[in-house]
Structure formats: C-alpha cells, structure tokens
C-alpha cells in the first residue's frame, strides 16, 4: 500500500526513541502522522517524547519486542487507544560485534533474538490488524547494508552474526511480502550504510579523543574511519529516503550509493561460479 500522506495516520516505531528509530518517528510526525515509540528505557522514552512533542502527538510506551506477549499486549493498546494502526517500522536492534569462531552460544543467541526474533514478532502481532481493518498498512523493516553483502571497508569490525540477523530479515520480508501479494498490507526493507546514530558519533568522538588506541583502532582503522565518516548520512536523511521508497512503492530501500558496489561485487563473483561450473 501506498501513503500519499500521513497526516492522521497510526505509526508505531519500535526502538523509537534514539537513532533511526527518532528519526523515523520525527519525520512521521513533520506529515501529521499519530506516534506511537517504544524503548527499553522509560526514562529514555519520556525523554524523547517531550523533546519531538511540539511536533504533534507522539507517546512512549515501553516494549521488549523480543517478548511476544509483550508485543501483544501493545498492539492490543494501540487499536484500543487509537482505532486503527496503519505503520508499523520494525526498527527495535542492536550492532554487537562478534567473531565467527569466538562468539558465545548466548551472545548468537541474543543478537538474533533482538534483531531478528523481534521483527518476526511485530509482523505476528501487527500484520494480522492492518489486515482486518481493511484499510490497508504497510510495514518497513531496519535491514543494513549487511542485509545483502558483506561491505567493502567492514571486514575488521566483526559484525558477522549482526549481518546474519540483517540477511535473515530480507529473506523473511521476502517471503512475507509474496505472502501478502493480493493484499492492501505492503513490506519493505530499509538498507542503511553508516548512520549518524548516538553511538556511531559516540564512536568517532572517542577516536578523535583517542585516535591511537590500540584496541580502538583494531576495530577502527584510520582506513575504516574515514570510509564510515565519509559514507555516513545523518538520521533525519536515513528517514526522508526512508519513507520517499515507501511512498514509491519500493520493497528495497538502500541509503547510500556505495551499497551498489558492494552488491555488484556479490553479483560478480556469483556470476563467475556460475560460468565456471558451465550452469549458464
């Protein structure tokens, strides 16, 4: 389904209250949409409720997605509260570090329980109202650019399982959209690069206080900083491109001109184990 506008509109935006989360929800609220955020942290969530508050109504409520009856029993609130529910952002993740051959079951374990059991909650929870009500809705999800490769200048960050969890997703809102073909429920996948988060400019200001620490730098080289600082767009550009691929009807919403490259350099080497093995 396609918004030409979102004025009066429901949106609930999980992980709303800081990062692209804040700017999704900043910008649902500049169209006149209704705003619903969640958080972990109360006190964070109130904080961004009086700070975007002056830009229409907007409330917090706090939500473990990663709990279904949690997400129940919002849902449940929100069609209460508010008649109807026509946005949902699944956007409630975390970007922990992790070592194929060093991550412990549990850290796995969380990692996909945030950002990927989380997801399959929402679309559980919500999609089966946005297709009763019969006004349609549509439901984004936060991929990454590691939701389709492994990109050029991320090898030494370690982000090996987050980029499972992000391929994981892409290929569940696939098979969920062809499940919705005949429906006025819509999905798409949000493909961000380097955003200007909390604790992406909490991560640069540390190397511009530290800039030759060495366990800083095993992460971050001089080469990775300068990728990530010159690729990086800030929360309110993620969410602007976020909803123009929406209201486009597009499935997949990438960020950033590099994340091309690096699917042309997946599809290139595909192509060649393709021509190598005669399967043309």
Request: negative net charge.
């Amino acid at each position: 389904m396609r918004f030409g506008s979102l004025k009066d509109k429901v949106a609930l935006v999980t992980g709303g209250a800081k990062g692209i989360g804040k700017g999704l929800a900043r910008a649902c609220l500049q169209e006149g949409a209704r705003v619903i955020i969640t958080n972990l942290h109360e006190d964070q969530g109130r904080a961004t409720q009086k700070e975007l508050g002056d830009l229409g109504r907007i409330r917090s409520e706090p939500c473990d997605s990663t709990e279904r009856d949690q997400v129940e029993s919002l849902v449940n609130d929100i069609m209460q509260e508010e008649g109807s529910l026509d946005l949902v952002f699944s956007n409630a993740g975390a970007g922990d570090q992790h070592r194929v051959l060093s991550a412990q079951p549990e850290e796995i374990d969380r990692i996909f329980s945030t950002n990927f059991r989380s997801a399959v909650n929402l679309a559980q929870c919500c999609v089966p109202r946005m297709l009763e009500q019969g006004s349609g809705g549509h439901l984004m999800f936060t991929g990454s650019e590691h939701s389709v490769s492994l990109p050029k200048g991320n090898e030494t960050l370690g982000f090996s399982f987050y980029g499972a969890t992000k391929h994981a997703m892409l290929i569940m809102a696939e098979w969920l959209r062809n499940d919705l073909l005949d429906t006025e429920v819509s999905v798409s996948v949000l493909m961000p690069g380097p955003v200007l988060t909390e604790s992406v400019i909490n991560t640069f200001e540390m190397l511009k206080r530290e800039p030759d620490n060495p366990d800083l730098r095993a992460i971050f080289s001089k080469e990775v900083e300068g990728l990530l600082r010159e690729r990086a767009i800030t929360t309110d550009q993620c969410a602007a491109i976020a909803l123009k691929g929406m209201r486009s009807g597009l499935f997949y919403i990438p960020t950033q001109p590099h994340i091309f490259d690096d699917i042309e350099s997946r599809f290139g080497e595909l192509k060649a184990s393709f021509e190598a093995l005669n399967l043309k």
